[in-house]
């Protein structure tokens, strides 16, 4: 029994350790991007991070909550800032992030849940005023070949090559807009991997979408 005992509390540190280690590997990817967070608790989320500045350079901001993820979608929306800025984007609001809520129509908890989604309604910059998903994004658009196709409106183009810079990217498992359903029809839902589940910073396939 005292053998078993010893060989329990060995896993059990064991696991600390790696936790530590899976911990310190994200942040300082945070920390290299310039990213301000803090600790945060929330249950559910493996490594709960408080973003508390701009995030790749964008102000990512809610009415009515804190920016409080995973680290590992924190990370890559820090990567996926440089596709925002190059489209003249400086702002973008979310309304969810860390939900406790299960997925429309199942008894499966949402990504949400665990704080490795994100909703994002609204972008806005000097040029191209504010865009909002439900307004101004263009259904239907793009293939397989040629992802943006042909938008009618300059908010449409700017919204379709970043949904399929986005998809492209590898840095997010899903990235689904309201081409997707309906219950998207008014923003971007934007879905990392665990940060234990990822090789690679980006993906050598695109995002579900």
């Not at 973003?51 to 996926?80: F, M, W």
């Not at 849940?113 to 909002?132: C, E, K, N, Q």
């Amino acid at each position: 029994m005292r053998t078993l005992e010893c060989v329990r509390i060995a896993a059990i540190l064991i696991l600390a350790t790696a936790a530590r280690a899976y911990a310190g590997d994200c942040t300082a990817e945070l920390d290299a991007r310039h990213v301000s967070w803090k600790k945060a608790s929330r249950p559910g989320i493996v490594l709960p991070v408080e973003i508390v500045g701009p995030i790749g350079g964008i102000d990512l901001t809610s009415d009515d909550q804190p920016l409080v993820i995973d680290c590992s979608l924190a990370v890559s929306l820090a990567e996926a800032g440089g596709y925002l800025r190059g489209l003249g984007i400086e702002k973008a609001t979310f309304s969810s992030a860390y939900s406790r809520r299960n997925v429309r129509g199942t008894n499966h908890p949402s990504k949400h849940s665990y704080g490795l989604a994100i909703d994002v309604h609204t972008f806005t910059g000097p040029d191209i005023g504010t865009l909002r998903v439900d307004k101004d994004y263009e259904q239907g658009l793009g293939d397989d070949v040629d992802c943006v196709g042909a938008p009618l409106t300059q908010g449409g183009a700017v919204l379709k090559v970043l949904q399929c810079q986005l998809v492209r990217s590898g840095l997010f498992h899903l990235v689904l807009s309201p081409d997707y359903d309906d219950a998207h029809h008014d923003h971007f839902h934007l879905e990392a991997l665990p940060w234990g589940e990822r090789s690679e910073l980006r993906s050598s396939t695109q995002a579900i979408h």
